[in-house]
T-cell receptor
């Protein structure tokens, strides 16, 4: 496989459920990201991991819990979500270096519906 | 004030015309700029990156950057119906490890 792979593609969960989103990148990048995309709103950065270390947490509620066991895998654990958390969740990766910011490569996303 | 602003559109152009998409940003420290295309129900895909003032051309696409005016644009020549999508402008600054995105401009190319 190439690129950035996300599973599942679609997820419907109740407010009391616990579920996890998975992301894997095959690009050899050293940084991974979670973004949230809601209708008619800009992409919102949630978390950034660089070499497995979380370097940014953009004031995300604790019901979202990220995990990055290595530089190729990223998870987003979900529990007691609210209906307003329904959105497209996008994983991305990039190669961070000193000289220049490299662009993000996105996975296909997980369409989450909270009922 | 939004960090990256785009007109939401839709911008409607006839097939074969030039589509001009515009973006402004508020952070003068922004250094790198990107245009992504997003088809409905799909994830964003990178079209262009631009880092210095001036024009950068890639096939039918030209990105333009004016840091003094804090303005980025994307021109699409010979627009095709397959170019119909939402175009996202994104900016980054040194020291920040993630991009800031605009809300996107929806482009419709009429056959």
């Amino acid at each position: 496989e190439t690129g950035v792979t996300q599973t599942p593609r679609h997820l419907v969960m109740g407010m009391t459920n616990k579920k996890s989103l998975k992301c894997e990148q095959h690009l050899g990048h050293n940084a991974m990201y979670w973004y949230k995309q809601s209708a008619k709103k800009p992409l919102e950065l949630m978390f950034v991991y660089n070499f497995k270390e979380q370097t940014e947490n953009n004031s995300v509620p604790s019901r979202f819990s990220p995990e990055c066991p290595n530089s190729s895998h990223l998870f987003l654990h979900l529990h007691t979500l609210q209906p307003e958390d329904s959105a497209l969740y996008l994983c991305a990766s990039s190669q961070l270096n000193r000289d220049r910011y490299s662009p993000l490569h996105f996975g296909n996303g997980t369409r989450l519906t909270v009922t | 004030q939004k960090e990256v602003e785009q007109n939401s559109g839709p911008l409607s152009v006839p097939e074969g015309a030039i589509a001009s998409l515009n973006c402004t940003y508020s952070d003068r420290g922004s250094q790198s700029f990107f245009w992504y295309r997003q088809y409905s129900g799909k994830s964003p895909e990178l079209i262009m990156s631009i880092y210095s003032n001036g024009d950068k051309e890639d096939g039918r696409f030209t990105a333009q950057l004016n840091k003094a005016s804090q303005y980025v644009s994307l021109l699409i020549r010979d627009s095709q119906p397959s170019d119909s999508a939402t175009y996202l402008c994104a900016a980054s600054r040194e020291g920040r490890r993630a991009l800031t995105f605009g809300s996107g401009t929806r482009l419709q190319v009429q056959p």
